[in-house]
């Protein structure tokens, strides 16, 4: 089969295509440029092939984490580098480092963010999954009620638990905003069932604003609630999001800048007016 594939083609040529057969692209493209380094700093072939090696590893690498970042939906905005470290508690703070090393989601434990509306919980953890990723791990993120009615529709077709093994996949799945959700029995039961289904083998982080003692809003049943709030916390981080809505202080801060603008442009126009009259 080699011989087929090379054929009559130079040395060069054929080590190239027995590469990308071998589905080793860095090493078809770096090889020459390479080996004339090598040639020019004497390495031995070992020396050689290791830095090759290398290329490749890290060209796989960063094609896992581009692809790991389109399949994951997380907001573009919301990084680490834009999260306002300043308006989080010393705790939280404190604990952030560690989140995004990703020991959690090596034990299969989950994270939940509390917190009032605005404090910045989905930013958080948005930032905690694009660091996540970058350490090879694979997010999703979702809104709830957009999980449950595609949990819904695979139960309807009767495909749940292929569904289920497609969201085992994700090394943590980040459900938002789940205290919006009032689920009908139906609902409830399939949302239950994810979260059964991935306890202590995978991690869900979760962000809600309705804390563990309304979460029969949810649920709906005393004896469920308290089954899937049990499976949650067994093994969990539980992160308070305190302070004022990031949201109100950004609407403040819009207000002031545009009155500083408006003021601004009335003491043009009239600076302007004072000239005109001047001249006249």
């Known amino acids: 089969m080699t011989d087929l594939m090379t054929g009559n083609a130079s040395p060069a040529d054929s080590l190239a295509m027995m590469m990308r057969a071998l589905k080793l692209p860095a090493f078809a493209r770096h090889a020459g440029e390479v080996a004339q380094k090598a040639e020019r700093e004497g390495w031995t072939f070992g020396q050689y092939l290791h830095h090759l090696a290398e290329i490749e590893t890290h060209e796989r690498r960063r094609r896992r984490i581009e692809r790991y970042l389109r399949d994951s939906d997380l907001p573009s905005e919301k990084t680490l580098a834009t999260l306002n470290r300043a308006r989080l508690t010393p705790k939280v703070a404190k604990m952030l480092p560690t989140l995004c090393e990703g020991t959690f989601v090596e034990r299969g434990d989950n994270l939940l963010a509390f917190g009032l509306p605005g404090r910045?919980?989905?930013h958080l953890v948005c930032a905690i999954g694009y660091e996540l990723i970058q350490r090879g791990y694979r997010v999703l993120f979702t809104a709830t009620f957009a999980l449950v009615q595609r949990l819904l529709v695979a139960k309807r077709d009767l495909r749940l638990e292929?569904?289920?093994s497609s969201l085992?996949?994700?090394d943590a799945v980040i459900l938002d905003d789940i205290g919006y959700v009032q689920q009908s029995r139906e609902e409830m039961e399939v949302?239950?069932?994810?979260l059964a289904e991935r306890y202590e083998r995978r991690s869900v982080i979760i962000t809600s604003n309705v804390v563990f003692s309304e979460w029969d809003r949810i649920f709906k049943d005393p004896m469920t609630t308290a089954a899937a709030i049990d499976r949650l916390v067994h093994h969990s981080v539980i992160v308070e999001m305190t302070g004022p809505s990031v949201r109100a202080d950004a609407a403040e801060q819009a207000q002031k800048e545009a009155l500083t603008t408006v003021a601004e442009s009335t003491k043009s126009n009239k600076q302007l007016m004072n000239?005109?009259?001047?001249?006249?």
Request: no cysteine; net charge negative.
């Open 120 to 122: 910045g919980k989905t």
């Open 162 to 164: 292929k569904e289920l």
């Open 168 to 170: 085992d996949t994700y």
């Open 191 to 194: 949302l239950f069932t994810f």
């Open 275 to 280: 000239e005109v009259a001047g001249e006249k």
